[in-house]
C-alpha cells in the first residue's frame, strides 16, 4: 500500500514424526498498529504533560504577580480570590504531576525504561526520607529507620524512592502531630519486605481492596484538604508490579497502618 510497514517474522522448521523435514513455516505478523498506538499512547502522556502544564504555569505566575501588586493589596476580596486560583492551580498541578507519573509507569517498557540495579535499599530509604523530611517537621513527626546495612536488592532506585515517598507522604498524612512513622526493611530468604508503618486514623477493612484504584478516597473530603490526589497508592501498585513484588496493608482504625511492600528475590 506503499506504507511503511513493521513485520515480526516466526520461521520454523515442518518435520513429520520420523524427524523428516516437510517443509517450513514462515508467519509474518504486521505489527504496525500495535507500534502505533503504544507510541501513540506515550506521545499522548508527554503532549497532556505539555498541553496542560504551560498553561496552568502561565495562571500561576500571573496570580502570584497579581498577588504581590501593592495597590491590589488593601482589597482583602480580591486577595482572598487570587489565593483560592493559586491554591486550586497547585493542587492541579499536582495531580496532573502524579497523572503523568502513573501513565509513565504503566506504559513504559520494563526493558528499556527502568533502570535496574542491585542497589542498596538503605540508601533508597535515606534518600526517600530526605525528600519527606519538610513534611514529617511540619507535624512534629519521628521517623525511625531501620535496615541493615548490606540489604541490596535489584530495583530501580528512583521508582522505589518514589514509591517510598508515596508512603511516609501517607503516613504523615494521615497521622496525628508528634507521633511516630517507622520505615522497616526486612530480609526474609526469598522475599524482601519494606514497611512504612505509621499510628495515624487507620483504614476500615471495607476499604481496604479499593485503596489502590485510581482517585479512590476514604474520605474524599479530608484527602483533598490534606493535598491528596488519590493517585499515590496506585502509583506505589503500579512500582511494586514493576518488581514483579506485591503490596499489602495491615490496618486497625483508630491504631495506625502498615503497608509492605513484598520483592521476591531472585534465586
Ligand atoms: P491520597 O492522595 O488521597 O492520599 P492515596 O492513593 O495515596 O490517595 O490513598 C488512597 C486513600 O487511602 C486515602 O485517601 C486514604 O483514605 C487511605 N490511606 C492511604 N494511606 C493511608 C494511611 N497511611 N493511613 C490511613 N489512610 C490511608
New binding site residues.
Partial sequence: DGKTHIINIHASALVDETGERMGALLILNDVTRMRQLETMRKDFAANVSHELKTPLTSIQGFTETLLAEPSLLDNAHVVRCLEIIANNTKRLTTIID?LLKLSEIEHADRQKDFNFQEAPLADVINSAAAICRPDLDSKQIKLESDCPADLALPIDPFLLELALV??V???V???PNNSEVGISAEDKGREVHVS?I?H????AEA?IPR??????????A???E???????????KHVAQIHGGRIE?Q?TPGK??A?TLIFPRPM
Fill in positions: 502524579d508515596n508512603l507522604e501517607n503516613a498524612k494521615y497521622s512504612v505509621d495515624g486514623t487507620g483504614i476499604h485503596i489502590f484504584e485510581r482517585f479512590y478516597r476514604v474520605d474524599k479530608r484527602s483533598r490534606l493535598g491528596g490526589t488519590g493517585l499515590g497508592l496506585a502509583i506505589v496493608v490496618s495506625g497502618s503497608f
